[in-house]
């Protein structure tokens, strides 16, 4: 197996992993943990990607780099808003629950 | 397409993404009393650099570009307005204006009051969501639209827990992780097409990409993470908590303009990047979850017991219509998708939309505070006490039907001809059938506010007979910029 499908399966299965975890799970938490899996395997599949470059006589396509930057830290901001949303409607409700307990006919106060 | 130096007027692109943005710093640095003078001074400011995109696109008849540093795609990143863009641009400044002056109404910290962090935050949301929408109709790469759609989905999920009760939050937390599983979904499609193309650049990327398995993943894959942003039946279950629960001035940016931020992008993928990849099945596939909406929202909007939770039901009903420009703009003949009477139709419905439905839940928020309560079954001797309000609702309700003169009668009108000349007539029965429902519930809503209250009707707030005068611009769903482009 090359090194570059070592690459390429891991971040499938980064991928598929956090995908099952996201749609499966009920906690918020597990979800987001989900997400970041789902994330880091993206990240994976296109740093592994930067090699291509080498076909044209680069040592590596910087591109994705530069890309791979900003999209973890969008992926981190993405993170901590989420973290503190859920340490909000914990202290709120003192439940992390996701399912909401009246009918969503009653949902909202104004 | 070859471009090796920005269109005249160019700069106006840049001046609508920053704009925003700047104000929102300066806000922020002002603290509670300056944000929301900021933000209005801002708002004309904003809708004259549309306006003038739209000048400078009309006049060149091309699309308006700016090359960020004056380096080209590939190596730079271009941002580009076409007559969608354009178009796009206008409403969301008209529409964002509009709902401006009706926010003073809830959000104003005047003079001897103490700033309060709601009111803080909306006006500094409501600049984020405005820079984020025109960042995202005129990049001209995938990836700052990915980080375009990031910026409107963190400006939209704190608009929804405005209020900080549990259930808001709740709902809150349920559209953003949907939204984070859409954007990774978007983000590995976007990555893969690097991957097969080494650009993510739109036009190159069109000239580039050619049907075959890697484009037809990176095109399911983006989709269907825009489609859970968007909140297409069956991933619309985070909407109406959403919506239904925000404040009406926050309700009214989210649901009339920050859905179309993803929806616009599906309509870049489809029509600019990949018009040859997509396939005849795929293309009904996506207005048969169109059609699921229409019918499935419809219905349950006709049950809803609170109007603002109607209205929020409405909008999955009308998001399907969105997505029904799809299989309608599928030329079968060229085994391709291709702009023409669908095109518009569906632009024009996103934009009509966009006024009709911020009309409607900032005419549900005043009947809400005039009330203390939105029960629908309790709405008799509305009209009479709220006049504007009820017309402004009336006025929103009869474009998303469809009757003419509205905005919306011109965008069925055009789906529903592209449906017949195209010889796909089911599609004309589901615009119909949802056309019919559309009209039960805003004829179930108005019957009961026209009817004369059994006891006097009290009022919580002192509304005035002659309310706020946004409410009633924003209700005229036709705007002169929808013919602009037409």
């Known amino acids: 197996m090359s090194v570059e499908m070592v690459f390429a399966v891991t971040a499938c299965a980064l991928v598929g992993i956090g995908l099952y975890g996201l749609i499966v799970q009920p906690h918020p938490l597990r979800k987001l943990v989900a997400f970041n899996v789902m994330g880091t395997g993206v990240f994976v599949l296109f740093g592994a990607l930067a090699r291509r470059g080498a076909a044209a006589g680069m040592p590596a396509d910087p591109v994705p780099q530069a890309l791979l930057i900003t999209a973890i830290v969008v992926a981190f901001a993405a993170t901590a808003m989420t973290v503190a949303l859920l340490v909000r409607l914990i202290e709120s409700t003192d439940s992390a629950s996701l399912t909401s307990e009246q009918p969503a006919d009653d949902v909202g106060t104004k | ?486």
Not at chain 2, 48 to 60: C, E, F, P
Not at chain 2, 136 to 157: H, I, K, M, N, Q
Not at chain 2, 451 to 457: G, V
């Open chain 2, 1 to 486: 397409m070859d471009e090796a130096t920005s269109t005249d007027g160019g700069l106006l692109l840049a001046a609508a993404v920053l704009l925003p943005f700047v104000a929102m710093l300066l806000g922020m640095a002002g603290g509670g009393r300056q944000v929301q003078r900021v933000a209005l001074a801002v708002m004309p400011v904003g809708l004259a650099i549309a306006v003038g995109v739209a000048a400078t696109w009309l006049d060149g008849s091309r699309p308006v570009v700016y090359l960020l540093g004056g380096w080209a795609p590939p190596l730079g990143i271009a941002l580009r307005a076409d007559g969608a863009a354009v178009a796009m641009l206008l409403t969301v400044a008209g529409v964002v204006c509009g709902i401006g002056v009706y926010a003073l109404g809830d959000f104003a910290t005047p003079r001897g009051s103490a700033e309060t962090r709601t009111s803080f935050s909306y006006w500094l949301l409501l600049l984020a969501v405005w820079g984020s929408l025109n960042l995202v109709f005129v990049s001209g790469d995938l990836f700052t639209l990915y980080v375009a759609l990031e910026l409107l989905t963190f400006a939209g999920v704190p608009l929804v827990c405005l209020a900080g009760s549990g259930e808001t939050l709740r709902a809150a937390l349920r559209y953003l992780l949907f939204a984070l599983g859409g954007s990774v979904l978007y983000l590995l499609g976007a990555v893969l097409l690097y991957g097969g193309y080494g650009t993510l650049d739109i036009p190159l990327l069109a000239g580039r990409v050619a049907a075959e398995p890697i484009a037809w993943t990176a095109l399911a894959l983006m989709t269907a993470g825009l489609l859970a942003k968007t909140a297409l039946f069956p991933l619309h279950i985070w909407l109406p908590p959403a919506h239904g629960g925000a404040p009406a001035a926050a309700s009214a940016v989210l649901s009339a303009l920050v859905i179309k931020g993803s929806w616009f992008l599906v309509v870049r993928l489809w029509f600019d990047v990949m018009p040859g990849v997509v396939t005849l099945a795929s293309a009904q596939l996506l207005g048969a979850l169109g059609a699921g909406a229409i019918l499935f929202g419809n219905a349950v909007a006709l049950r809803q017991v609170r109007l603002k939770m109607l209205v929020a039901y409405s909008t999955v009903a009308q998001i399907g219509y969105l997505f029904l420009m799809f299989p309608l703009a599928f030329d079968a003949a060229a085994g391709r998708i291709a702009d023409g009477l669908a095109f518009s139709g569906g632009l024009m419905h996103g934009i009509s939309h966009a006024g009709a439905k911020s009309a409607m839940f900032m005419a549900a928020g005043s009947i809400y505070s005039a009330l203390g309560h939105d029960r629908i079954a309790d709405l008799a001797g509305v009209a009479r006490a709220l006049p504007m309000s009820t017309f402004a609702f009336g006025l929103g309700g009869i474009s998303l039907v469809g009757l003419p003169p509205a905005g919306g009668f011109l965008a069925k009108w055009w789906l529903l001809s592209a449906a017949v000349g195209g010889a796909q007539w089911w599609w004309a029965l589901v615009l119909l059938a949802g056309g019919l429902l559309t009209a039960t519930y805003l004829f179930a809503v108005l019957s009961r506010a026209l009817r004369a209250p059994a006891a006097p009707l009290l009022l919580r707030s002192s509304n005035s007979r002659w309310p706020r005068p946004a409410r009633w611009v924003r209700a005229r769903p036709k705007r002169p910029s929808a013919w602009t482009w037409a």
